[in-house]
């Protein structure tokens, strides 16, 4: 019975022992490893943690960044197992409309409820104040927007405090993502980019 434990125990083991961390500034080096988490070891991500706004005459943005520890990645190749620390965010788009402002998307979560939607995510660094994230439009119910793309964020010290320079381009779409109608047979919402595609985001937060 003791010889059955003792090889129960390392069977229960060797996983762990297996998967190599790896900073997650190097996942491009490594993608095609089975078993790897990529971790902010060096503590990347900080710097664009937190709560960042954006404001004139006629619109408001205000984005929140945090970051999911050891998320497994979506798997593309079934045999291989990957986990990556991320960067995720809720966020809120204002427009004043004849004089008033109006909510244009809110995906902070309600309360009562444990998360909202999320829209913007990723763990690229590009560098070690460059960070570049995947981005979709906001949209309501189930069925994705068609307009989504790559999101690069710059961080900046400035004699007025941290800022965050936001430059988003759009993917070319493709019918691999993005089918239509949506599987609940919702057509899919083609209209253009409402949030800017260039800011200068201030940290409140």
């Not at 129960?8 to 083991?13: C, G, H, Q």
């Not at 619109?59 to 970051?67: A, H, L, M």
């Not at 291989?80 to 427009?95: C, E, T």
């Not at 109608?181 to 201030?202: N, Q, V, W, Y």
Request: some cysteine; charged content about 25%; overall charge neutral.
């Amino acid at each position: 019975m003791k010889h059955l434990y003792l090889i129960l125990l390392v069977i229960a083991v060797l996983p762990l022992q297996a998967q190599t961390i790896y900073p997650v500034e190097t996942y491009f080096e490594h993608n095609d490893e089975d078993n790897a988490y990529f971790k902010d070891v060096n503590l990347i991500f900080n710097k664009f943690l937190g709560e960042w706004e954006y404001s004139s005459a006629t619109e408001y943005f205000k984005i929140r960044f945090f970051k999911v520890v050891k998320e497994r990645e979506a798997a593309r190749v079934l045999t291989i197992v990957r986990f990556r620390d991320m960067i995720k965010s809720h966020l809120l788009y204002r427009k004043k409309i004849n004089g008033v402002w109006t909510d244009i998307y809110n995906t902070f979560p309600i309360p009562g409820q444990s998360s909202g939607k999320i829209h913007i995510s990723g763990s690229r660094p590009e560098n070690f104040a460059t960070m570049e994230l995947d981005y979709r439009e906001p949209y309501s119910g189930n069925c994705p927007n068609y307009r989504s793309g790559e999101l690069i964020l710059a961080f900046l010290v400035t004699s007025e405090g941290p800022k965050l320079q936001w430059t988003r381009t759009e993917w070319t779409k493709s019918s691999l993502f993005f089918d239509e109608p949506c599987p609940d047979g919702t057509p899919r919402d083609a209209s253009e980019f409402k949030i800017p595609a260039e800011m200068i985001l201030t940290k409140v937060n």
